[in-house]
């Protein structure tokens, strides 16, 4: 079974231009979720769809990032403008919703998009 | 609020020596899941365990094993006789149950297997 998969892989852009992060998820999985892990920290969640809708964006900087999930499967995460402080590794990852009884969800994640902001 | 604590940030062993990485939690969900993940240089993030919290049986599976205490909300993690390809970042992570399975991720624990 193929994994989460992501592109590019490594992207370095100057501050205040734009970059678009692509993801597909593992085949049937409903849940996507964007993290971002900056350097030395833990992943933080930026957004989470279940199929094309969002479930929770709280932490989603609105006035820069955007993601969209247009028909449930795939997703893009656009940054615009970028800042330095956008540099960072973003990681998709995938769960599978089982609607019947307690079935835990495993999240499984893709190898990240680099971010460089120079 | 969710919170998870690795406090060991960097750990060094010599080779084939045991090595226990250790995850502080705190929630105030009665049913909550707990994670650890494995990131190697490449970046990805490798699932390794989930335990839901009203398990507390500890587990074995090869050369990794953890031990779950609901008492002191603690789930560390131990992997026996280490290898040099268990050198990566260990993150441990807390989430809700059904409807709520967002992760909250500790720091991470850098451990590296001296050959």
């Known amino acids: 079974e193929a994994g989460v998969a992501q592109s590019p892989r490594y992207k370095i852009i100057e501050k205040r231009q734009s970059v678009a992060f692509w993801c597909n998820p593992i085949s049937g999985h409903a849940t996507l979720y964007w993290y971002q892990q900056i350097l030395g920290q833990g992943p933080k969640l930026l957004i989470q769809f279940q199929n094309n809708g969002v479930v929770d964006d709280s932490q989603l900087p609105k006035d820069r990032f955007s993601a969209e999930r247009l028909k449930g499967v795939d997703s893009t995460l656009k940054i615009q403008p970028a800042k330095l402080e956008d540099s960072a590794v973003y990681l998709c990852a995938s769960s599978f919703h089982q609607l019947t009884g307690l079935v835990g969800n495993t999240i499984y994640f893709g190898e990240g998009s680099w971010l460089t902001v120079v | 609020a969710q919170k998870v604590t690795q406090a060991q940030t960097e750990i060094s062993v010599v080779e084939k020596e045991d090595v226990t990485l250790d995850c502080v939690y705190e929630?105030?969900?009665?049913?909550?899941?707990l994670f650890w993940y494995k990131q190697p240089p490449s970046g990805e993030l490798v699932f390794l365990i989930r335990r839901n919290s009203f398990d507390e049986q500890n587990e074995i599976s090869g050369r990794y094993s953890w031990n779950f205490q609901k008492s002191t909300s603690s789930f560390n993690f131990t992997i026996t006789a280490s290898q040099v390809v268990d050198s990566a970042v260990y993150f441990c992570?807390?989430?809700?149950?059904?409807?709520?399975?967002?992760?909250?991720f500790g720091t991470g624990t850098r451990l590296t297997i001296i050959p």
């Open positions: 992570a807390l989430s809700g149950f059904f409807g709520n399975e967002k992760l909250t």
């Open positions: 929630t105030r969900d009665t049913t909550y899941y």
